[in-house]
Antibody, heavy 121, light 108 residues
Framework: EVQLVQSGAEVKKPGESLKIACKGSGYSFTIYWIAWVRQMPGKGLEWMGIIHPGDSDTTYSPSFQGQVTISADKSINTAYLQWNSLKASDTAMYYC??????????????WGQGTLVTVSS | SYVLTQPPSVSVAPGQTARITCGGNNIGSRSVHWYQQKPGQAPVLVVYDDSDRPSGIPERFSGSNSGNTATLTITRVEAGDEADYYC???????????FGGGTKLTVL
């Protein structure tokens, strides 16, 4: 089955670090870009950044540049989203999504189930 | 940067047709994709490249795109179609995706 499976919900304190994961299966993981998308409570979808697992080429949204780190380990078909120092405002649902860029379409045709991150003292 | 504008909400009675718009400068020259997000679930692609449907998406879902407006049309609306809908394009100048603000579809 073609799928993206994300790591489980996290509850953290402000200032703590965190790394969440997105594991792909059922397709060639290294040829599709993986994006991370934030959804704050009751709000819309915000693109955070994107990585090509094949060569780890990464682009960040200006809104998230320097705030998070996106990485990938192609040997285990997994992409990561990492924070060094969480803030309460990082409380949100985070989705990974596969970018289907063939034929110039640039759509997100496969989504993970989401990882809820709660940051509270 | 490129901006997509969606109405915050659309309401429709069961069995009727819902039309959700996505406005952008000359959006007709871009490929538009639509996602459905039901409460507590991840988004799902329902229309891509303006008017194509992924496998498994009912024919009731269709799309069009011209000028400054793209439209997602849902015919014979059912209670199960109640969800948030997002449009998306790719901003080639900055090489990143752009999402609309989302439209909440309410089935009366």
């Amino acid at each position: 089955e073609v799928q993206l499976v994300q790591s489980g919900a996290e509850v953290k304190k402000p200032g703590e670090s965190l790394k969440i994961a997105c594991k792909g299966s059922g397709y060639s993981f290294t040829i599709y870009w993986i994006a991370w998308v934030r959804q704050m409570p009751g709000k819309g979808l915000e693109w955070m950044g994107i990585i090509h697992p094949g060569d780890s080429d990464t682009t960040y949204s200006p809104s998230f540049q320097g705030q998070v780190t996106i990485s990938a380990d192609k040997s285990i078909n997994t992409a990561y989203l990492q924070w060094n120092s969480l803030k309460a405002s990082d409380t949100a649902m985070y989705y990974c999504a596969r970018r289907n860029w063939f034929s110039g379409s640039n759509r997100f045709d496969l989504w993970g189930q989401g990882t809820l991150v709660t940051v509270s003292s | 940067s490129y901006v997509l504008t969606q109405p915050p909400s659309v309401s429709v009675a069961p069995g009727q047709t819902a039309r959700i718009t996505c406005g952008g400068n000359n959006i007709g020259s871009r490929s538009v994709h639509w996602y459905q997000q039901k409460p507590g679930q991840a988004p799902v692609l329902v229309v891509y490249d303006d008017s194509d449907r992924p496998s498994g998406i009912p024919e009731r879902f269709s799309g069009s795109n011209s000028g400054n407006t793209a439209t997602l049309t849902i015919t014979r609306v059912e209670a199960g179609d109640e969800a948030d809908y997002y449009c998306q394009v790719w901003d080639n100048s900055n090489d990143h995706p752009v999402f609309g603000g989302g439209t909440k579809l309410t089935v009366l």
